[in-house]
């Protein structure tokens, strides 16, 4: 009875071992087959992500008129199959900004010509502000202050008229270019035009003084400067018996 006792405890230990072990093997082979799917998944989405392309859209919902700005555009992955011809691409993005939608878009929504009221280029003229015009103007060293004078300066132009006229002119002028650097280089070389931003009716002011031939002057970048009506025009005295006159 005992021995009977004995090998039952014995066969029930090996049912629990074989259990055990059962258990493990298929713990183990679970995690294995977890891994493969894991790693055929994330294979399979790479190469979904390498075929897929850029394409421009909108990154926030805009009214019908509205001006299309950087800050609207945003660019994001499509299969190829899903793309049509007319979507445009990141590269164009720049094509787009300072057009205006023709009909309400949405977040997300590609960007397409039918959106684009007018289609233009960006140019010289989008780093003015409404009723601001680019001025040109043949210089030489002394109005180029012998090459130190750089893109992003701000100047007074001054005029001096004859016979002791009062002298004229203008403060505050950004010079936009010189030559056709838009930037702070000009190659090493002394520029021949530059190109102010004026107002309209600056503009026309500066028709008027560079008639007689006008002057450069330098400002402090964060000094505020204002027409000197003081100077005008020089007074002459004269000494005789009867005194002093003008």
């Known amino acids: 009875m005992a021995r009977l006792s004995l090998n039952t405890m014995k066969l029930r230990w090996r049912f629990i071992i074989l259990g055990l072990v059962v258990v493990a093997l298929l713990t183990a082979s679970y995690q294995l087959v977890q891994k493969y799917l894991a790693q055929q998944s994330q294979e399979l989405e790479q190469r979904i992500d390498a075929e897929m392309e850029w394409v421009l859209v909108f990154s926030q919902d805009l009214d019908a008129g509205a001006v299309i700005g950087l800050e609207h555009l945003q660019q994001r992955k499509f299969p190829p199959a899903y793309i049509s011809d007319d979507w445009l691409r990141?590269?164009?993005?720049?094509?787009?900004?300072?057009?205006?939608?023709?009909?309400?878009?949405?977040?997300?929504?590609?960007?397409?010509?039918?959106h684009l009221g007018k289609v233009r280029r960006s140019s010289f003229s989008d780093r003015l502000a409404p009723g601001e015009y680019a001025v040109t103007a043949t210089v030489g060293i002394e109005q180029?202050?012998?090459?130190?004078?750089?893109?992003?300066?701000?100047?007074?132009?001054?005029?001096?008229?004859?016979?002791?006229?009062?002298?004229?002119?203008?403060?505050?002028?950004?010079?936009?270019?010189?030559?056709?650097?838009?930037?702070d280089a000009v190659g090493g070389k002394l520029a021949v035009t530059a190109t102010f931003r004026?107002?309209?009716?600056?503009?026309?002011?500066?028709?008027?003084?560079?008639?007689?031939g006008f002057a450069v002057?330098?400002?402090?970048?964060?000094s505020e400067y204002r027409a000197l009506s003081e100077f005008s025009a020089p007074l002459l005295f004269v000494i005789s018996k009867q005194g002093a006159h003008r």
């Open 90 to 114: 990141p590269n164009d993005a720049m094509a787009v900004v300072g057009n205006s939608v023709e009909n309400f878009v949405s977040a997300g929504e590609p960007v397409i010509l039918g």
């Open 198 to 212: 004026l107002r309209a009716e600056q503009a026309i002011e500066f028709e008027q003084l560079r008639q007689s």
């Open 144 to 183: 180029v202050h012998h090459g130190l004078l750089a893109v992003g300066n701000r100047v007074s132009l001054v005029a001096g008229g004859f016979s002791g006229a009062a002298l004229r002119m203008l403060t505050d002028i950004e010079v936009l270019a010189l030559d056709q650097q838009q930037s």
């Open 217 to 222: 002057w330098l400002q402090h970048p964060e």
